[in-house]
Each structure stands twice: as C-alpha cells, then as structure tokens.
C-alpha cells in the first residue's frame, strides 16, 4: 500500500495562508499525471473535493484553494484562509488502490 | 443534482452479517463506478471497495477481502454491500462515492454516510 503522511494539525489566523503537506511513501505520479487529491471535511458532514489530479480545482471550488506537488511530495494552500474554511484536510492518492493520509485538522492561532 | 443515499447500517454482533444499500439519483448511474469509503469514529479515511460501472472490475481493500462483497443493480440505481464476519474494527460510518472511469481515482460525490457498530 502507498501510505500517505499528513501532519495531524496546523494552527493559522484568518486572512493569512495556510498551507497543508502530503507526503507520499512511493512517487504517485504516472505519464505526467499526478495521482494525489485533496478534500476537506467539516464535523458532521461527508469529504468534500477540493482537488484532483495534484493541481486541478473541482466544480464550485473557490480560487483560494490550490494544489501542487509531485511524486512523493504535495501541497495544499489555503490563501487566504477564511473562517469557514476551518476543517480537517486529507489528501487521496489513486495511483494504486486508494489511501487517504491521516488528516490535518486546521485550527485557529 | 446528484444524490447519493445510504441505509442499511445499525448494531450487530460480530461474525454477523450485514448489507448496507445505497441509492443514486440526479445522474446515469450505470455510467460510473462507485465505491464504499468508511470512516471509524473519531478516525480517518479507509477506502473499502470499488466497482466499475457495468461491474466487469471489482476491488477491495486487504482489511476486508474475502468478507465484504460489492455488487450494484444498474436497473434499480443501487450499490451494495454485503458484509459478512463482521469484527469490531469494522465500526464505522460507511460512504458511497462516485468516480469516473474504470479503477477508482478522485471522489467528487459523497453520501452521507450510514453507520455501522459492530458490538456485543
């Protein structure tokens, strides 16, 4: 299995960026396509995409969030980040059968 | 818009059994595959199962291979899960999710969820 090692939070003030690393134990790049993907889950509800193949915005994704990386090592930002946007993070790779990292939680400073 | 509906879940022993059902509307159900994803409580993410969309390719996860199978009926928009030997590390809310294509990649639709405990 690929495993995926996320930090388990991050702490951020509103208006500044935050940004969310993934690192992956084997390269999830594949013919120029990064495998990596990013949701974002608040309590009580579903993930929700954010990101797909490494830096590719989902539908009704605002701009402020982006994604970048590759093989083994990726980023999600947040900027600015917004008080709705308090929630914990996971990245996804699909290069192989699916694993999620753990989850960073992002909190207040 | 798409909708993705489980049920199914709820107490029960372990080595029991269990089938969890999930309904899909607002889309062609028979062009995607799907997934079941579950989330122990308090945990993370764990992909469970995929199946393609006219059911020629199936995968599980090694934690549940050989007791859990996945299954759909095209005619009536439904995903299945029929757990079986459930153990108590099975605990958890299960998701169904759509991907596009063959193997599972990115999940851009998510129920919401139905839970399972497994307990004596």
């Known amino acids: 299995d690929i495993v995926l090692t996320q930090s388990p939070a991050l702490a951020v003030s509103l208006e500044q960026r935050a940004t969310i690393s993934c690192k992956t134990s084997?390269?999830?790049?594949?013919?120029?396509?990064?495998?990596m993907h990013w949701y974002q889950q608040k309590p009580g509800q579903q993930p929700k995409l954010l990101i797909y193949?490494?830096?590719n915005l989902a539908s009704g994704i605002p701009a402020r969030f982006s994604g970048s990386g590759s093989g083994t090592d990726f980023t999600l930002t947040i900027d600015p980040v917004e008080a709705d946007d308090i929630a914990t993070y996971y990245c996804?790779?699909?290069?192989?059968?699916?694993?999620f990292g753990g989850g960073t939680k992002l909190e207040l400073k | 818009e798409v909708q993705l509906v489980e049920s199914g879940g709820g107490l029960v022993q372990p080595g029991r059994s269990l089938k969890l059902s999930c309904l899909a509307s607002?889309?062609?159900?028979?062009?995607?595959?799907m997934n079941w994803i579950r989330q122990a409580p308090g945990k993370g993410l764990e992909w469970v199962a995929s199946?393609?969309?006219?059911?020629?390719?199936?995968y599980y996860a090694d934690t549940v291979k050989g007791r859990f199978t996945i299954s759909r009926d095209n005619a009536k928009n439904t995903l299945y899960l029929q757990m079986t030997s459930l153990r108590s590390e099975d605990t958890a809310l299960y998701y169904c999710?759509?991907?596009?294509?063959?193997?599972?990649?990115?999940?851009?639709?998510w129920g919401q969820g139905t839970l399972v405990t497994v307990s004596s």
């Open positions: 999710a759509r991907h596009r294509g063959v193997a599972p990649n990115w999940f851009a639709y």
């Open positions: 607002g889309f062609t159900f028979s062009n995607y595959g």
């Open positions: 199946i393609s969309s006219s059911s020629s390719y199936i």
């Open positions: 084997q390269n999830v790049d594949n013919y120029g396509i990064s495998y």
């Open positions: 193949e490494g830096s």
């Open positions: 996804q790779q699909s290069k192989d059968y699916p694993t």
